[in-house]
């Protein structure tokens, strides 16, 4: 983890493969209060998914919407997780700046800590590629 899921509106023009690989990056990014990587490199999944059917606030416009979900491990340190968070809406504000001056447009991000876990099975071989 962390496992990111981005769902939207499909009258959003913008390039989403960017964002996806932005938003790794940004994770990739992050490192703990003693400077070590945050979040695992093999871990980091970013999936984009536009709805087939959406209705936004009152429909009487064509508003859009982006929500990004963002599935971390528990055991994080609070501050570690909202400096993440920040520097995931700044990128986020960034990437969809032209278009957010052009459009009604509401972009939300949560990051959801998973109590403890009931099941987890992994099956990788990703993780050994990065932790050389």
Avoid: W
């Avoid at 990056?25 to 070590?36: F, N, P, R, S, Y």
């Amino acid at each position: 983890m962390p496992h990111v899921v981005i769902q939207y509106t499909p009258n959003i023009d913008a390039d989403m493969d960017s964002l996806c690989r932005q938003i790794a990056a940004v994770l990739i990014e992050q490192k703990d209060e003693k400077g070590t990587q945050l979040f695992p490199i093999g871990g980091t999944r970013v999936l984009a998914y536009p709805a087939a059917h959406h209705a936004v606030a009152d429909g009487k416009q064509d508003y859009a919407f982006v929500y990004i979900n963002v599935r971390i491990a528990p055991a994080r340190a609070a501050a570690d997780t909202k400096r993440a968070g920040d520097a995931l809406l700044a990128r986020t504000q960034a990437h969809f700046a032209e278009l957010f001056a052009q459009r009604l447009i509401g972009i939300t991000i949560q990051i959801d800590e998973g109590p403890g876990q009931v099941y987890d099975a992994k099956h990788s071989n990703l993780h050994p590629l990065f932790n050389k």
